[in-house]
């Protein structure tokens, strides 16, 4: 029998410890036993329903097919999102390049090579009979290629691989959370809109109440029945009340310029954004993840959990190094001194070959680098676990708000009912002399407090179930009759055992 060579043997000593990973594999985090968010004995908004959470896109809840516009604009154009999702491609084309190294790199090669021999350096003189002109030329052209494999004999590239993964994971969970924080600005913006629209249709309701007081005083006046002095009051009022439309209109105009940079687009091209409270739907029923639910949802908290698993595989390839490993390959070489004996045998070489590296001695820096390794998975660890509560936190805050909205919105209409009874009864006896102009005055400021009271809490009211969308949305997930497109998701970006 033939000796088989030594790179075979090589191969046959390594294959049943080329599978073996070191370092340690990554689990996902149980998701939590807790079935709700609040505290026994808070009070929670019947809007609230838990459940597996809202649909991908929940700001369709609130009725408005021009923020629903503006919104898929947003995502359509807006520069940061973008940015973003070129971040993400190319954190995909990095991994699929990390993945590339575990496979065979073959790689081929040509040379054209011309050469003078200086003969004088080898000791010959005068003339010499090979090169009766000088020194001899020679011309020599070769073409081949080499194939190597990397045994991977403890997983260290299949650990870098699983690292990258993780990695382009967490882009990815990054990316949805911008998609979704980009929607509730847009969301939140057209909602502080609409409120400034309200308040100054308010406070122009209340100026042309006022005009109708001075017009009234000057009536009274010139009948004898009243004062130069409820005139001046009158006139002083509405002055006063005029002077607050300015800072509306300005509050206004930033309000416009900022939904035009969410809307990718120079604020001069916005069109006219005619959304009014009363034209949006409070969505009855708000659906909302449970918290088992929450941790497999919301971007952030997959982001942490991806960037867990990156660091788990960091302390694998940390592992890795401290053993050895092997790279075995075989190259070809056709070379000759002209071009027609590229394709003679006689002019054919190869080589095979077996590499062994193995750490000996490194002065303790391959440890320290795995101990820090691990160290650095315990920090994401504790990342992790502060991100969820802090999700958590986020949406009691937004419930526990929600219910104290619905009792806002009840108060601040009680109390507009009586301020506007009150202006009119007021009114009324000032127009008969029975009362001055000061109670009339006194009655309008209370009625557009609560008027404007009103507006603020029926826009906190929307603002905070935007939030709440927001808080439990959970990014771009894809949900049943959702034809809406999705952002790529790495293969392997799943945690396994």
Not at 95 to 111: F, K
Not at 126 to 133: C, E, K, Q, T, Y
Not at 423 to 446: D, H, M, T
Request: contains cysteine.
């Amino acid at each position: 029998m033939r000796r088989p060579p030594p790179l075979f043997l090589a191969a046959a000593l390594a294959a049943p410890i080329a599978g073996c990973t070191v370092g340690p594999d990554f689990a996902r985090p149980q998701p939590p036993g807790a079935l709700a968010y609040q505290p026994p004995g808070e009070t929670v908004s019947p809007r609230a329903q838990l459940g597996r959470g809202p649909a991908q896109r929940w700001w369709t809840a609130f009725g408005s097919p021009e923020l629903d516009a503006l919104v898929d604009r947003a995502l359509a154009h807006n520069a940061t999102l973008e940015a973003s999702n070129a971040t993400l491609s190319a954190s995909l084309n990095e991994l699929r390049a990390v993945r590339g190294r575990r496979a065979p790199q073959i790689d081929a090669n040509a040379r054209i090579d011309q050469q003078q021999v200086n003969l004088a350096a080898f000791g010959f003189s005068g003339s010499n009979p090979l090169a009766p002109g000088g020194n001899p030329e020679f011309h020599l052209y070769s073409v081949g290629g080499g194939v190597s494999y990397d045994l991977d004999l403890f997983g260290g590239l299949r650990r870098q691989a699983e690292q990258s993964a993780a990695l382009a994971e967490s882009q990815q969970r990054q990316t949805e959370a911008a998609h979704l924080t980009i929607a509730g600005q847009v969301v939140g913006q057209v909602l502080t809109i609409a409120a400034l629209r309200a308040q100054i249709a308010t406070a122009n309701a209340l100026l042309a109440d006022d005009q109708r007081n001075v017009v009234l005083t000057q009536k009274r006046r010139a009948g004898g029945e009243g004062t130069l002095v409820e005139v001046l009051n009158a006139q002083s009022q509405y002055a006063a009340d005029r002077g607050d439309l300015p800072q509306l209109d300005q509050q206004l105009a930033e309000a416009r310029h900022l939904l035009a940079t969410l809307l990718g687009m120079d604020p001069a091209a916005l069109p006219p954004t005619e959304i009014d409270l009363a034209r949006l739907t409070l969505p009855a029923a708000i659906p909302v993840a449970l918290p088992s639910e929450l941790v497999h949802r919301r971007p952030d908290i997959l982001q942490a959990e991806a960037e867990l698993h990156a660091a788990a595989a960091a302390v694998g390839v940390a592992t890795a190094r401290l053993y050895p490993d092997i790279t075995l390959g075989a190259t070809l070489t056709q070379g000759a001194p002209a071009v027609d004996g590229l394709i003679r045998n006689a002019f054919r070489g190869y080589d095979l070959f077996a590499g062994l590296t193995a750490p000996i001695f490194h002065g303790g820096t391959l440890k320290a680098q795995r101990a820090a390794a691990i160290d650095r998975a315990r920090a994401s660890e504790a990342r992790y676990r502060q991100t969820v509560l802090s999700a958590f936190g986020q949406v009691t805050d937004l419930l526990s708000a929600i219910g104290s909205d619905d009792r806002s919105i009840g108060n601040q209409q009680e109390s507009v009912a009586v301020a506007q009874r009150s202006r009119q009864l007021s009114r009324r006896s000032f127009e008969v002399g029975n009362s001055g102009i000061l109670q009339v005055l006194e009655a309008e400021r209370l009625y557009q407090r609560a008027s404007n009271g009103l507006v603020l809490a029926r826009t906190r009211q929307f603002l905070n179930v935007a939030r709440l969308y927001v808080a439990t949305a959970g990014g771009w997930i894809e949900t049943p009759g959702d034809a809406s497109p999705k952002l790529p998701v790495p293969g392997s970006g799943s945690a396994t055992k």
